[in-house]
C-alpha cells in the first residue's frame, strides 16, 4: 500500500528555517516525480517543487532560492528544506506522488499534510 | 508562469448534473488533472489524462477538455460530492517542471 507521512512543521520565527519530511512506503521516491504542494489557511493549492526521477528540480517563482527538494533513497524520503521562511510560507504542506507515465503533473497519492505557521 | 482560472463556486441540486471548467492556455498543451478536497482532508485526484478515474472514483465523474478549456463533469450528484475542487496541470511557459492549479471551486449540493 502507498503511504506518504510528512513531519517536521511547527511554529518558527520569520527569517527561520525548516526542514519537512515526507516518508513514503509502498513505492521508490527516487523513481518516481515527487512534488510538495502547500495551502495556506482558508486558501487553495499551491504548488511548491518536484524533483524528478533523474534528479532535476524546479520551483515555484515564491519559494525560488530559499527553498531546497531533496530525496534519500537510502531512507526512501523526501525533504524540504525551508530558509528564510515568510509569514506568507504559513501552509499545509503536503508531499504527492505523480503518477507514472503521465507529464501532466497529475498527483495520485498524497501526504495527510504537516502544518507550518512562520510568526514572531 | 501560467494561470488556470475556475469559477469560486458553483451549486447543483441533488441528483442533477454539474460541470466545472478550469481555463487556462497550459490546457492546449496539457491535459488537466482534478481533485477533490474536503475540509481538513488531503486533496483526492479523481480524473486524470484524458479522462481517466483512479480506483475507487465513481463513474459519475468525468472530464473533457477543449482548445484552454477544462471540465469535471459530476452526473447525478450525491450529497458527499459537495467539496472544493482543484484542476492543475503541468506549467507550458518557460519552466515546464512547473505545475499550475487552479483558485478552486467550492460545489454546493443542494
Known amino acids: 500500500e502507498v503511504q506518504l507521512v510528512e513531519s517536521g512543521g511547527g511554529l518558527i520565527q520569520p527569517g527561520g528555517s525548516l526542514r519537512l519530511s515526507c516518508a513514503a512506503s509502498g513505492f521508490t521516491v527516487s523513481s518516481n516525480y515527487m512534488s510538495w504542494v502547500r495551502q495556506a489557511p482558508g486558501k487553495g493549492l499551491e504548488w511548491v517543487s518536484v524533483?524528478?526521477?533523474?534528479?532535476?528540480?524546479y520551483y515555484a517563482d515564491s519559494v525560488k532560492g530559499r527553498f531546497t527538494i531533496s530525496r534519500d533513497n537510502s531512507k526512501n524520503t523526501l525533504y524540504l528544506q525551508m530558509n528564510s521562511l515568510r509569514a506568507e510560507d504559513t501552509a499545509v504542506y503536503y508531499c504527492?506522488?505523480?503518477?507514472?507515465?503521465?507529464?501532466?503533473?497529475?498527483?495520485?497519492?498524497w501526504g495527510q499534510g504537516t502544518l507550518v505557521t512562520v510568526s514572531s | 508562469s501560467s494561470e488556470l482560472t475556475q469559477d469560486p463556486a458553483v451549486s447543483v441540486a441533488l441528483g442533477q448534473t454539474v460541470r466545472i471548467t478550469c481555463q487556462g492556455d497550459s490546457l492546449r498543451s496539457y491535459y488537466a488533472s482534478w481533485y477533490q478536497q474536503k475540509p481538513g482532508q488531503a486533496p483526492v485526484l479523481v480524473i486524470y489524462g484524458k479522462n481517466n478515474r483512479p480506483s475507487g472514483i465513481p463513474d459519475r465523474f468525468s472530464g473533457s477538455s477543449s482548445g484552454n478549456t477544462a471540465s469535471l463533469t459530476i452526473t447525478g450528484a450525491q450529497a458527499e460530492d459537495e467539496a472544493d475542487y482543484y484542476c492543475?496541470?503541468?506549467?507550458?511557459?518557460?519552466?515546464?517542471?512547473?505545475?499550475?492549479f487552479g483558485g478552486g471551486t467550492k460545489l454546493t449540493v443542494l
Open positions: 492543475n496541470s503541468r506549467d507550458s511557459s518557460g519552466n515546464h517542471g512547473d505545475v499550475v
Open positions: 524533483i524528478y526521477s533523474g534528479g532535476s528540480t
Open positions: 504527492a506522488r505523480e503518477v507514472k507515465g503521465y507529464s501532466s503533473g497529475s498527483f495520485d497519492y
